[in-house]
């Protein structure tokens, strides 16, 4: 049977980012103690029914996990050992900001098992800090990032591109410097404007504006030419790695691998005698917390997906990695005529006259132009 991939989700944060719609809080630190006992009761409570799957990948997300203790890491951890197998070369990532760790901190996470770092830069420019939100200025941010370099040879830094008061020569800056720190993997996400955030509400009031799509466009292309020239390549539309140094657990999401979720607001697919399943828990942390406390159901979702539903969620993650869906693949669990209703003849032929799309016998996937546009062509192929 196939490894299984385990997110943990830690929800809180110092302060919340104004243009964060994730499932985080901010909360007084003198609960993160027994969250963190409740988390473990989660996921020993999940693990019951997973004894025969061995794991590849833990990711404790957020959030900003970073805030947890060292303890309650390697407590998780220990229960993942003794309730299924952790394969020996398992991925261990922990999310981080800046300004909530020190050096001795990323010791101790790492003593304890973590051997990936993921670190939420968003930018080394003062100005683009202040406009993100962040909790750390443009000198702490430095220093975050060399102690990480200090500490793990394995480590991810995420930058945000696209917004008013950020130039091409700001995140060529950014990309520069994340690779004089030795990062060998960057995710790097266009800025959105998602609803029920300071940044949707402040948009819609005129009080910042979006750029402008040719700023946008010469940021992608800026990203895309530099990268590639320090041998970092795009696995993924907004992902880059030196060859071997990709996520194992993010790429388990988009070759739509098992995964489950432990924590408020998780989410997990799990297949069960053929079928894949959409689990989603509570996503209130009270709630959550209270139902598991109570020994009641933690998930507010647990469903069976159509072959519909299975294949327009195969596309939609499929078509973010740079290799494509593989269509053998698609073909074992998916029918033949849904595949054929959704991604028809005449939808691809289009796209691939508009070099948008390239589709061979084994794969499909999209094109640079077509990556640009990845929204626009997942709507029109699944509408």
């Not at 019951?48 to 951890?77: D, Q, W």
């Not at 940044?199 to 009080?207: E, S, T, V």
């Not at 700023?215 to 880059?240: A, G, T, W």
């Not at 269509?327 to 005529?337: D, F, G, H, S, V």
């Amino acid at each position: 049977m196939a490894a299984l991939a385990v997110y943990v989700h830690w929800p809180f944060c110092v302060s919340k980012c104004p243009y964060c719609d994730f499932m985080s809080v901010v909360a007084d630190p003198a609960l993160y103690e027994d969250f963190e006992e409740l988390l473990l009761k989660d996921l020993k409570n999940e693990l019951k029914n997973f004894s025969n799957r061995s794991v590849s990948s833990i990711f404790f997300g957020g959030g900003t996990p970073s805030l947890m203790r060292a303890k309650s890491i390697e407590n998780m951890l220990k229960a993942l050992q003794n309730q299924c197998l952790l394969e020996n070369n398992a991925e261990i990532t922990l999310e981080a900001n800046p300004g909530t760790f020190d050096h001795q901190k990323l010791l101790d996470f790492k003593n304890v098992g973590i051997n990936r770092l993921s670190l939420g830069v968003q930018s080394f420019r003062e100005k683009n800090l202040r406009f993100l939100g962040r909790i750390y200025d443009e000198k702490q941010s430095r220093r975050a990032a060399e102690i990480v370099s200090r500490v793990f040879t394995n480590f991810s830094m995420d930058f945000i591109y696209g917004y008013q008061c950020q130039t091409p020569e700001d995140l060529l800056q950014d990309l520069a410097q994340a690779l004089d720190f030795g990062c060998r993997h960057l995710s790097c996400y266009q800025l959105t404007f998602e609803k029920n955030t300071p940044f949707f509400r402040q948009l819609a009031a005129g009080i910042i504006k979006k750029i402008d799509e040719n700023h946008e466009l010469e940021c992608c292309k800026l990203i895309n030419d530099f990268l590639p020239n320090k041998n970092i390549h795009r696995y993924e539309v907004s992902n880059y790695a030196v060859l071997g140094w990709e996520s194992r657990h993010n790429l388990s999401y988009w070759k739509y691998q098992d995964y489950l979720g432990v924590g408020p607001g998780a989410h997990g697919r799990i297949t069960h005698d053929g079928r894949k399943y959409e689990i989603v828990k509570i996503s209130s942390p009270e709630k959550w917390a209270a139902a598991l406390e109570n020994g009641e159901n933690t998930e507010s979702i647990r469903k069976m997906l159509s072959f519909q539903e299975e294949l327009e969620e195969r596309v939609i993650m499929g078509l973010r990695l740079a290799d494509g869906i593989d269509l053998k693949n698609l073909q074992k669990t998916i029918p033949e005529k849904n595949i054929r209703q959704t991604l028809t003849d005449q939808k691809i032929y289009f796209l691939k006259t508009q070099n948008l799309l390239e589709k061979t016998n084994e794969k499909i996937k999209l094109t640079y132009s077509g990556m640009l546009k990845m929204n626009s062509i997942l709507e029109f192929l699944l509408d």
